[in-house]
Nanobody, 120 residues
Framework: VQLQASGGGLVQPGGSLRLSCAAS????????MGWYRQASGNQRELVAS???????SYADSVKGRFTISRDNAKNTVYLQMDSLKPEDTAVYYC???????????????WGQGTLVTVSS
């Protein structure tokens, strides 16, 4: 299973970024997808998740500013981040919880992370 995250970078406070995560080797349409982040010195935390049915969940700190979405035709999950704050600075990781094939046991898989820096 490969999860290729992209879209990170440097942005000013109040700006926007869109992260993408392309998945392969997993039954994407049946997988729970999520974005986590880890700031320097902190534990990794869940930012947002989206179920195979499209139900979404967000951390309180990003509600109303971040939007998670998925495109099952492209095996890709997105994280639209608006009104970014310096405290959003972190490495963002894509996560997939699902099966590689029908009959497999579901497992959690991680991408390599993409750095988001919010600074003036």
């Amino acid at each position: 299973v490969q999860l290729q995250a992209s879209g990170g970078g440097l942005v000013q406070p109040g700006g926007s970024l869109r992260l993408s995560c392309a998945a392969s080797g997993i039954i994407f349409s049946a997988s729970l997808m999520g974005w986590y982040r880890q700031a320097s010195g902190n534990q990794r935390e869940l930012v947002a998740s989206i179920s195979n049915g499209g139900s979404t969940s967000y951390a309180d700190s990003v509600k109303g500013r971040f939007t998670i979405s998925r495109d099952n035709a492209k095996n890709t999950v997105y994280l639209q981040m608006d009104s970014l704050k310096p405290e959003d600075t972190a490495v963002y990781y894509c996560n997939a919880y699902g099966r590689r094939y029908y009959g497999d046991q579901p497992k959690s898989y991680w991408g390599q992370g993409t750095l988001v820096t919010v600074s003036s």
